[in-house]
């Protein structure tokens, strides 16, 4: 194999871009459906919508076999309520969710995930995805069912979370998508969408995209279209030489669907919700160091002398054994898992959990730093799915942690991993590889496009799909569902409406503005600039502590950087170009987000928002939400009940509102 360094030592200078360039050239590429990012939501929303007969086509912005959060596998899935062994209902998730979010979240697509996640399931596991315990490794396991030979995570009792040999998830899709005929784009750079007659707020015909390999311009043109370009990585921290590997969020992760439909003039909600930036790319490997919690859940963790930090239930009873780990305590209803994009949980549906006075205990030497996560203390079959199976499958771990640390030797019988040497408050979360929280590094949370039971946004022939963007969500198995459901109705409103057609002159102005960084004087900053500026202005201006005066600072420095620096930024080639256009959406998605926290005057522990100028927490007159979208280019701010979702002109009832709308 050669070296970047033999290379270029051999040739005596850089590579040539190794693609023709091709800009300003235009393809026109019409469909029935449309769907921007091919995350596994969108890729299962293609399959979806090819099965209803429509003739799909999806951009993607990297290479649709492998992108997104999911591309590198999956190990549990969520909200399998209607599987043979669950003893949840879809209603009783939906509700205990929508109760730890004290309301604050989107109680339809919970639904839909409730009522379709295992229906979804099943057809991965048609494509080639192992969803059952078929080798019999694990049989007799307090996890396992002997019948259907499903496998459980988190809560054994009430069996909603399956644990999956997900590693190939998204090559199963992508095949799929390619047998059914969808016109797959990858490494187009979706920048903008198009409405009827170029008005904002207007019926959505389509989008526009470059290619970041030949820089060519892309008109697709469609009846309907999906957003499910997930989230914004990029908008509060930047640090591209570590955001692959410490991170949870990659490079393409920039906000672009939010911020196309908002400059669309579709409405979102919850853009004022951020949360702290744990796993943001200033922790470590995802799922590399010691730690008790999502895959690991459950892990014994020691200190540096030995001595196994005790496990309580949400009662404070300390739990003698492993299996009390996995179980809910006597008055417990269920246990949600985490990773569901909820935040705060109510006892009745919190995990047992290590000590949470452990960061008090470390302070003291009660327990002696470093900590250690001991699988050699679990029961075989416990040691060998969480090392083995799910560290084998899930995102991110199966070459850069299962295979590299086992062919180092590792050997979880009688190795212990490390977890990172932290301040001990650092220690309150058992998900160790987050590292140390940097208080003013945040992450959106929750916020995103408002949907109704059709999973359309406010906007008519635009539908949205995927734990982001669509606000509220949250999960692998929520991605795939709503991406599924959001595509038969698109095909479904695809089937009766009208041919779109698309305004020129919104072309050739989306034309102008996308080429401009090409044209620019070579003086101009680069994009790497222009982010981490970004990243700089979200910090100190909407960080977690806020009031009007930093706010308002915050939008005119968001303005001045679009008028000056993001003006004359130069982009060299294709990538540079997409990764510069990707700037300015996340310019974008920055003002909604300090629009939508300008909106609500007041704190809110449960949307981690604070206002130093309106410090009252949660006050009554404030629990509802707050939709906000342009209109003329001006922001428009509404309001809507927490539960909108259940009130006219909708039914009062989760079932009688998924009947009627989810089109079979
Ligand atoms: C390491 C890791 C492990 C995880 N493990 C689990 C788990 O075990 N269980 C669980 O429930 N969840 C898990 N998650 C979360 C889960 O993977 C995500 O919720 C889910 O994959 C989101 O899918 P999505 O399609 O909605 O969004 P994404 O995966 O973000 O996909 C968005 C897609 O849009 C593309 N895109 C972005 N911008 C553009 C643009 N401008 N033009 C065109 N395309 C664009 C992106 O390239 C990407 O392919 C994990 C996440 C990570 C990172």
């Known amino acids: 194999m050669t070296t970047w360094n033999e290379y270029v030592e051999k040739g005596g200078a850089l590579p040539e871009w190794p693609y023709p360039i091709l800009y300003e050239k235009e393809n026109e590429i019409v469909s029935d459906v449309l769907i921007l990012g091919g995350g596994v939501a969108g890729c299962h929303a293609a399959i979806s919508a090819a099965r209803e007969g429509a003739k799909v086509v999806l951009a993607e912005r990297g290479m649709a076999k492998r992108s997104g959060s999911g591309g590198a596998g999956v190990d549990h899935w969520h909200g399998a ?116 007659g170029g008005k904002q707020g207007a019926r959505v015909v389509g989008a526009t995209g470059v290619n970041t390999r030949t820089g060519e311009f892309y008109v697709f043109k469609s009846k309907a279209i999906i957003v499910s370009t997930g989230g914004a990585g990029r908008l509060f921290t930047f640090a591209p030489e570590i955001t692959a590997a410490s991170s949870m969020s990659d490079m393409n992760s920039a906000g672009v669907g939010q911020a196309v439909g908002w400059n ?20 470590y490997t995802p799922y590399s160091m010691g730690n008790a919690s999502n895959t690991y859940h459950g892990t014994p963790i020691v200190d540096a002398n030995g001595k196994e930090v005790p496990w309580f239930d949400v009662e404070g009873r300390e739990l003698k054994t492993v299996q009390e780990r996995f179980l809910p305590s006597p008055g417990q209803n269920f246990q949600l898992g985490i990773g569901i994009g909820l935040h705060y949980y109510l006892d009745q549906y919190r995990l047992n959990n290590l000590a949470q006075d452990l960061p008090e205990r470390v302070r003291k030497g009660e327990f002696t730093l470093p900590l250690y996560a001991d699988l050699s203390r679990l029961p075989e079959l416990e040691r060998r799915v969480i ?55 945040r992450s959106l949370a929750g916020g995103g496009f408002l949907v109704d039971w059709d999973l359309r946004t406010s906007l008519e ?23 599924r459901y959001a595509a038969r109705k698109a095909a479904a409103y695809a089937r009766t409406t009208a041919e779109p057609a698309v305004d020129r002159q919104q072309v050739e102005a989306e034309k102008a503005r996308v080429y401009a960084p090409v044209n620019q004087n070579k003086n101009g900053v680069g994009w790497k600039e222009l982010n981490y500026a970004i990243t700089r202005v979200m910090q100190d201006y909407c960080g977690k502590y806020k009031n009007e005066g930093t706010l308002n600072l915050g939008l005119r420095l968001l303005n001045e950087l679009k008028e000056n620096e993001a003006a004359s930024t130069y982009a060299s080639n294709p990538h540079e170009l997409g990764r510069t256009l990707e700037c300015f959406s996340l310019i974008t998605v920055g003002e909604m987000v300090m629009q939508a926290s300008l909106a609500r005057k007041c704190s809110s522990i449960y949307l981690d928002l604070y206002r130093l100028d309106y ?20 922001v428009k701010v509404r309001e809507l009940p927490l539960d909108f979702h259940l009130k006219p002109p909708y039914a009062p009832a989760y079932e009688e509102n998924y009947k009627l709308h989810c089109g079979h």
């Open 81 to 196: 309520c209607t599987n043979p062994c669950s003893k949840v209902t879809p209603e009783e998730y939906t509700r205990a969710v929508m109760d730890c979010a004290h309301g604050y979240s989107n109680g339809i697509a919970r639904y839909i995930t409730c009522k379709e996640g295992w229906d979804t399931l099943l057809e991965c596991e048609e494509m080639g995805v192992q969803i059952r315990d078929v080798k019999d490794e694990f049989k007799g396991a307090d996890f396992r069912d002997e019948e259907t030979k499903l496998m459980f995570a988190y809560d054994y009792k009430n069996r909603h979370v399956l644990r999956v040999w997900g590693y190939n998830i998204k090559p199963c899709l992508y095949n799929e998508m390619k047998q059914l005929g969808v016109g797959i784009f990858n490494r187009v750079v979706v920048t903008s969408l198009l409405t009827e």
């Open 264 to 283: 669309a003039g579709a409405e979102f909600v919850l853009m004022e919700q951020t949360g702290p930036g744990r796993l943001t790319g200033f922790g």
């Open 387 to 441: 090392f083995g199976m799910m560290v084998g499958n899930e995102g991110k771990t199966r070459i850069p942690i299962y295979d590299t640390f086992t062919k180092a030797g590792f050997n979880p019988d009688k190795d212990m991993l490390q977890a990172p040497v932290m301040l001990p408050e650092a220690y309150q979360n058992s998900n160790f590889w987050g590292g140390t929280p940097i208080p003013h590094l």
């Open 461 to 483: 022939g635009l539908y949205a799909a995927g734990g982001v963007p669509i606000f509220g969500g949250g999960c692998h198995g929520e991605a795939h569902t709503s991406g």
């Open 615 to 634: 410090p009252q927490m949660d006050p009554p007159d404030w629990r509802k939400l707050l939709p906000i979208r342009l209109e003329d280019n001006k």
